[in-house]
């Protein structure tokens, strides 16, 4: 899974991005408000954790563009300003939970899970699943009826973002910054390579039709 920090407290933000990155999550990092509403925007985080004072444009503004765009991942908010009413501001702003510095990092993780719990894509065995397809993070590969889909890394990233996605229609381009990254320098050709490669590992389980080519659009995992 991937998430996106935005945090101008440089010490904190690279404590944070070192424990998700231990924690076997994919993590994008920001310290101004624009370079955080920029990557924001992509909509390819499965979770934005956002500072509220930041330079530039600050974490509530960051909240109300990306749900304006339709963007619904969760968003946790990280800050000093722990007043009843700013909570409440928060929160009717689009932020999904809300944690107060200083805070404990095994509440902080917690927290993170139980968002995505709630979003209905982790469960209780940290596997998220979709049409007999499931992909476990801890082994970074994904099983149908137990048995081992043997993914390459950029397969296995592949595979979970349509799953984190199911039934949404997500872009080459979407894809792309996800699984490739934005500095990469590869083309866009090479999403169109791996889905093939993808489809062929599910093509065995009959699975192979569940990954659906939108045409004009991208691609979406979505059961016939």
Same mark, same amino acid.
């Given at each position: 899974?991937?998430?996106?920090?935005?945090?101008?407290?440089?010490?904190?933000?690279?404590?944070?991005?070192?424990?998700?990155?231990?924690?076997?999550?994919?993590?994008?990092?920001?310290?101004?408000?624009?370079?955080?509403?920029?990557?924001?925007?992509? *909509?390819?985080?499965?979770?934005?954790?956002?500072?509220?004072?930041?330079?530039? +444009?600050?974490?509530?503004?960051? +909240?109300?563009? !990306?749900?304006?765009? @339709?963007?619904?991942?969760?968003?946790?908010?990280?800050?000093?300003?722990?007043?009843?009413?700013?909570?409440?501001?928060?929160?009717?702003? @689009?932020?999904?939970?809300?944690?107060?510095?200083?805070?404990?990092?095994?509440?902080?993780?917690?927290?993170?899970?139980?968002?995505?719990?709630?979003?209905?894509?982790?469960?209780?065995?940290?596997?998220?699943?979709?049409? *007999?397809?499931? !992909?476990?993070?801890? !082994?970074?590969?994904?099983?149908?009826?137990?048995?081992?889909?043997?993914?390459?890394?950029?397969?296995?990233?592949?595979?979970?973002?349509?799953?984190?996605?199911?039934?949404?229609?997500?872009?080459?381009?979407?894809?792309?910054?996800?699984?490739? *990254?934005?500095?990469?320098?590869?083309?866009?050709?090479?999403?169109?390579?791996?889905?093939?490669?993808?489809?062929?590992?599910?093509?065995?389980?009959?699975?192979? *039709?569940?990954?659906?080519?939108?045409?004009?659009?991208?691609?979406?995992?979505?059961?016939?």
């Amino acid at each position: 899974m991937r998430i996106l920090v935005v945090e101008d407290d440089n010490a904190l933000r690279e404590a944070v991005v070192s424990l998700l990155t231990e924690e076997n999550y994919l993590v994008d990092e920001a310290a101004t408000g624009d370079e955080g509403l920029y990557l924001a925007e992509q *909509g390819i985080h499965d979770l934005l954790i956002l500072d509220i004072m930041l330079p530039e +444009i600050n974490g509530l503004e960051i +909240i109300r563009r !990306v749900r304006e765009a @339709g963007h619904t991942a969760p968003i946790l908010l990280l800050t000093a300003r722990d007043s009843v009413a700013d909570r409440v501001y928060g929160l009717e702003t @689009g932020a999904d939970d809300y944690l107060v510095k200083p805070f404990a990092i095994p509440e902080l993780l917690a927290r993170i899970k139980a968002l995505l719990r709630r979003r209905g894509n982790l469960g209780k065995d940290g596997t998220i699943s979709y049409g *007999g397809v499931t !992909v476990d993070a801890k !082994v970074r590969d994904g099983f149908i009826e137990g048995r081992p889909l043997g993914l390459t890394t950029k397969e296995y990233e592949l595979l979970e973002f349509l799953v984190l996605n199911k039934e949404q229609i997500l872009t080459r381009e979407q894809i792309f910054d996800r699984v490739w *990254g934005f500095a990469s320098e590869t083309t866009i050709s090479v999403v169109d390579l791996y889905i093939h490669y993808l489809r062929k590992k599910l093509a065995p389980f009959n699975r192979d *039709g569940l990954i659906q080519t939108v045409r004009g659009a991208g691609f979406m995992l979505k059961e016939k």
